[in-house]
């Protein structure tokens, strides 16, 4: 994937989940290994618009499902879209956001990550996943950056029946912070990251903002709804890869039934088999009511818990993530990845905006991206 | 889940492990069985079930016969393709 990357001002990396023109599109997947994309994604099309010029493609975790990019099917450094961009070999990235990567990669390489609030940008071109959760957010160096790149791509499509009906949104970055409540999450006060939330804190202390701990215990029972859906939603869309139309095909089969089989499990690594696996599950007639069913009334008590939160505090601050930094090898275990989305699932279920900055999230109410922007340009060095 | 229902999945999903895939697979569906009764809270049985964040807007374009892609712009990917169609294993003998 680093073959693509040629070293432009305002040049832009594309996650590899984001469908382009002119260059493959594979999800970090075996399946879609010589895959190019028909049409590219409306982001994509109003980056260009903007002026910013596609750099090229960034590797992925297969189908963005992953901790870091662990799973990619090639050769890729994990987090590859925030190292490029800590590294300043592309401007920013745009980046697909299901299960909290990106949020955890601009954390780990000190970048600047949004997640807008969901709606906001077009998710048409983005390989489907676990699309109720999934968004396309913006890595760049600084806040202004990726406010102006978000600028850029937000705003209403008719394609997307997800999408707000706003033609555009404008990002400001001089919100006061003065008066403003910053609750530190206390339940997420956990692992090697708790130093990086105090610094934030002290710097929007010193912003005149009031910084308190807030509990918010429902962080777990999204986490346990997030994976339930995204398993649900992965399982349905992850259907259609079967090596008739497009993507790989088996060398070795007989009859169709040998095709689908041979070319689907050949292609696909073992998270997203497993995840198929337990979405297939939660759907069945046996478990749906006391599994599916139940995630989505868990993901309306997750919004209710956070409304209430969000009476007591502008800004949710937490950590993104469990460690300072990781290897491929211990996140192999397919636990991993939900074990460590208690940090990001939260922000995933409900759509709500998150923001990485100075290695910590900051997550707000909907379309309060600006305030979050904000507190990430007046906090950097 | 046990082997027996595993199997039925997979049979499900079009989708064959490996031994170790399969060891694997189940003590991930067991690891993810114990978060599962937090689902299960009384106070979630009141709770309408919300199945997205954003009211949705059903998505159709006008009722015209458009062709954006031509067949062979589609068939470049194709795995196997030939005189215009996918090309798939006999389905009857």
């Known amino acids: ?381 | 889940m046990d082997r027996t229902a595993l199997a039925s999945a997979l049979e499900l999903n079009q989708l064959r492990l490996t031994e170790s895939e399969t060891e694997a697979v189940l003590a991930f569906f067991a690891d993810m069985a114990k978060d599962e009764p937090a689902l299960l809270i009384k106070e979630l049985d009141e709770i309408e079930p919300m199945i997205h964040v954003v009211d949705l807007v059903n998505v159709l374009r006008e009722d015209e016969a458009s062709q954006p892609f031509t067949r062979e712009e589609l068939q470049k990917g194709a795995p196997e393709a030939s005189d215009g169609c996918w090309q798939v294993p006999r389905l009857l003998e």
């Open chain 1, 1 to 381: 994937m680093d073959a693509y990357i040629t070293k432009l001002d305002g040049a832009v990396a594309v996650d590899d989940t984001i469908l382009t023109t002119g260059c493959p599109t594979t999800a970090g997947s075996r399946m879609l290994e010589n895959f190019t994309s028909l049409f590219e994604a409306t982001a994509v099309t109003k980056m260009k618009a903007a002026g910013y010029t596609l750099a090229g493609k960034t590797a992925v975790g297969e189908f963005g499902l992953d901790t870091l990019g662990e799973t990619c099917f090639f050769d890729a450094p994990l987090g590859a879209a925030a190292k490029i961009v800590s590294e300043g070999e592309v401007m920013a990235a745009l980046n697909v956001d299901l299960n909290g990567a990106p949020r955890r990669a601009a954390a780990l390489y000190g970048v600047t990550f949004i997640k807008p609030t969901y709606g906001t940008v077009s998710r048409v071109g983005v390989v489907p996943c676990a699309c109720s959760g999934e968004q396309i957010g913006v890595t760049a160096k600084s806040a202004k950056e990726a406010a102006s790149l978000l600028a850029a791509i937000a705003g209403h499509d008719p394609g997307d029946g997800t999408s707000f009906s706003a033609g555009k949104y404008e990002y400001a970055l001089d919100i006061p912070l003065a008066g403003k409540r910053v609750g530190i999450i206390r339940e997420l006060m956990t692992g090697e990251n708790t130093g990086k939330v105090e610094t934030m804190a002290a710097k929007l202390r010193a912003l005149g903002a009031e910084v308190t701990d807030i509990s918010l215990p429902e962080v777990s029972l999204a986490k346990t709804a997030w994976q339930v859906l995204l398993a649900a939603e992965t399982c349905n869309n992850l259907s259609r890869y079967d090596g008739v139309k497009f993507g790989y095909r088996t060398e070795e089969y007989k009859n169709i039934e040998e095709l689908y089989v041979g070319s689907r499990s050949e292609s696909m690594g073992l998270l997203a088999k497993a995840v198929i696996l337990y979405g297939s599950d939660v759907l069945s007639k046996g478990r749906y009511d006391d599994c599916y069913d139940r995630a989505l009334r868990a993901r309306r008590r997750v919004r209710e818990a956070l409304a209430g939160a969000f009476g007591e505090a502008d800004i949710l601050l937490s950590p993104a993530c469990l460690k300072a930094a990781y290897t491929k090898e211990e996140l192999k275990p397919l636990l991993s990845v939900y074990e460590e989305s208690v940090y990001t699932a939260f922000a995933s279920v409900t759509g709500v905006p998150a923001v990485i900055s100075g290695g910590v999230q900051m997550v707000s109410d909907t379309l309060n991206d600006a305030l979050l922007l904000s507190a990430a340009a007046q906090t950097e060095v």
